[in-house]
């Protein structure tokens, strides 16, 4: 009989990961602010984009469950600690919807892994983007948000639009990870 052994992450993936965040962060920090200045902002954060693409390059790297939701969770905090009033949850209270959003996404991409092999990212950042803004709207219409006509138009906009910024995100890490799959550092990398 066979004992069966729990693998944690080796040295060089926690960088990876940890790299990863990093981008997507710096990332964040700088287009958000530079997009601000624009008005189409307050109607599709563009800058997710490249965030999505991080994201599920970093899950296709690191493939198991719990790595999209500590993802999103070391964002959030991130996001909770430099900006805690962007994105219309104060602090910490950015975390409800990552957390929300993360298990979406690590439940689909691991639950969909042998039925849907290739589809299984769209399937997890698509709902992920549906659940997760809702997540949000959920705790600003706690803390006091109406949900007047206005912010339902709103809501509406901002799912359709993340439903297009997440699938073009997918889109791109996938185009991206036929490239670099056969590489022999994501090799050593994945089975570190």
Known sequence: MQVLKKRGLTTAQV?????????????????????????????????MIVSVMLMVLTRLMLDRFGTLIAYELAWGLLAAVFMPAAG???????LVPALTQGVVFDALFTLLRRPLPFGRAYVAILAGGLIGPSAAMVVRTAMGVPWATATQFLFSISLVTSLAINGLGVWLALSVWKRINGLQAVAMLRTA
């Open 15 to 47: 960088v990876f990961f940890a790299s990863m965040v990093a981008l997507d962060f710096g990332w964040g920090m700088v287009f958000k602010t530079a997009l601000q200045l624009t008005a189409i902002h307050s109607v599709a954060r563009l800058e």
């Open 88 to 94: 219309g949850e104060p602090g910490f209270l950015k």
